[in-house]
């Protein structure tokens, strides 16, 4: 295991608040989260390709409006999600009852979770939340802890280069204008070699590191094997 300690005030309240700002159109395909719509298949996807959903018990970490979790119980998952934004959990039950599918959404951290429930999910997965959180190896950390041995832990984040900045945050923020000012920090994005040494440190293996292109001009996303800008990782707890 790693050296963290479980850290109940591992969150940034101005980060809950930006993203709590956004919860009422967090659903619309239109809206300030345009682009994680785009993005929602393509992670959705490179999850399936690696884990079984059908009848899995599967944990969504930072689920914002629950894009994700849905997705997963749709598959036939088992779907418990955690926020810390109070909006956008409210936000994600009420599109469960809309939708009919069920997942037990929680306004809980990963980290005490991980202190009531260890081993008790196949399936963890953890989308563009590392960078927002001031210890993302405590994440990491209680995710491990969270994935019963032979489960897989996922992940999406941006890599910390010259394309990132220029594509995420220039690009996206303020000349396309497909996320809201501000939404990103460079100083925050995570290069690979990081996240796998925070993968090793909670005790779990790397499988895959993927890239995730987000193409614009059919607002769609793919998965590819350019890792410079957003990246997806698979990492498996051993038996």
């Known amino acids: 295991m790693s050296d963290h300690a479980a850290a109940p005030d591992n969150f940034s309240q101005s980060e809950l608040d930006k993203f709590g700002a956004l919860a009422s159109r967090w659903w619309d395909p239109e809206g300030p989260q345009k ?8 992670r959705h996807g490179y999850v399936m390709a690696r884990a079984r959903l059908e009848g899995a018990s599967a944990l969504d970490v930072g689920c914002g409006g629950g894009l994700l979790s849905e997705a997963l119980a749709r598959e036939g998952a088992r779907v418990t999600a955690l926020d810390l934004a109070p909006e956008l959990v409210k936000v994600a039950k009420l599109h469960g009852l809309e ?22 999910f196949d399936v963890v997965t953890c989308m563009e939340m590392l960078e927002h959180v001031p210890d993302p190896g405590a994440v990491i950390d209680a995710c491990a802890r969270l994935l019963k041995p032979g489960g897989r832990l996922f992940l999406s984040t941006l890599n910390r280069t010259p394309a990132a900045f220029a594509l995420a945050i220039v690009g996206a923020e303020y000349v396309a204008r497909l996320l809201p000012k501000g939404t ?39 998965v590819t094997r350019r890792t410079d800008v957003n990246y997806l990782a698979c990492a498996l707890k051993p038996e």
Do not use: K
């Not at 682009?35 to 393509?42: C, I, Q």
């Not at 939708?99 to 260890?118: C, H, I, M, T």
């Not at 290069?191 to 059919?218: C, F, I, K, N, T």
């Open 99 to 120: 939708s009919g599918v069920a997942v037990d959404y929680r306004l809980q951290s990963v980290e005490s979770l991980a202190a009531e429930q260890p081993g008790t």
């Open 184 to 222: 990103h920090q460079y100083r925050d994005f995570i290069r690979p070699s990081e996240l796998g040494a925070w993968l090793r440190g909670a005790g779990l293996q790397l499988e895959d590191v993927s890239g995730l292109m987000y193409e614009p001009w059919r607002n769609a996303a793919r």
């Open 35 to 42: 682009a994680l719509h785009a993005l929602n298949p393509a």
